[in-house]
């Protein structure tokens, strides 16, 4: 990333484009509208897959933009936890104690990178992306086709994974990185 950085791009505004429509969402969810919120929320996974693309291949990378993925997948956790917890429960009722792990990991990757470093966690881990497609394809088919035992395990298994992979960075940097991909691409161990 350069000193100054170009902050108006497509990546930047696809990624605000996620956190306003955080709201939308939002009421969708919780007024049971399944449907609209299940394409909203696909429509928004694929601009998250979007703007990643476009900004590392046209080397539209930036801090800011890093900040803003990482604040608007933030809040695309939360929606989905929601979602899952007021439109499919009946779903986890079997896999409660798993389902409530996932939500901490998510919470507390957050919380403690604010803790350390004064801000979300934006590392952008491999581990996180792996995990991240996973829970994308899970979370699709579970409002298209229902719930498959067999991916939600390796959903929380990738997860667990991610969470553990985060949790070294966080007590073992100094300050916040972005895009530093993972423990076996760290030169500074």
């Given at each position: 990333m350069k000193n100054k950085e170009k902050i108006y791009n497509i990546p930047n505004l696809l990624s605000f484009y996620r956190l306003i429509t955080v709201p939308v969402l939002a009421y969708f969810a919780y007024t049971g509208n399944e449907k609209l919120f299940f394409y909203a929320f696909l429509f928004n996974m694929f601009t998250d897959a979007l703007d990643g693309f476009i900004a590392r291949n046209f080397n539209m990378q930036t801090e800011l933009g890093a900040k803003l993925d990482s604040l608007a997948?933030?809040?695309?956790?939360?929606?989905?936890?929601?979602?899952?917890?007021?439109?499919?429960?009946?779903?986890?009722?079997?896999?409660?104690?798993?389902?409530?792990?996932?939500?901490?990991?998510?919470?507390?990757?957050?919380?403690?990178?604010?803790?350390?470093?004064?801000?979300?966690?934006?590392?952008?881990?491999?581990?996180?992306?792996?995990?991240?497609?996973?829970?994308?394809l899970f979370f699709l088919l579970l409002f298209s086709k229902g719930f498959f035992s067999y991916l939600y395990w390796l959903m929380f298994f990738l997860s667990t994974l991610a969470f553990i992979e985060n949790t070294y960075f966080i007590f073992k940097l100094n300050k916040m990185q972005s895009n530093i991909k993972g423990i076996f691409w760290y030169k500074n161990l």
């Open positions: 997948d933030s809040f695309m956790y939360v929606l989905a936890f929601y979602a899952m917890y007021h439109l499919k429960w009946e779903a986890f009722q079997n896999y409660q104690l798993s389902f409530y792990l996932l939500i901490f990991y998510y919470f507390s990757i957050d919380l403690m990178a604010l803790i350390k470093f004064k801000e979300i966690s934006h590392f952008h881990l491999v581990s996180s992306k792996l995990a991240g497609v996973i829970q994308g």
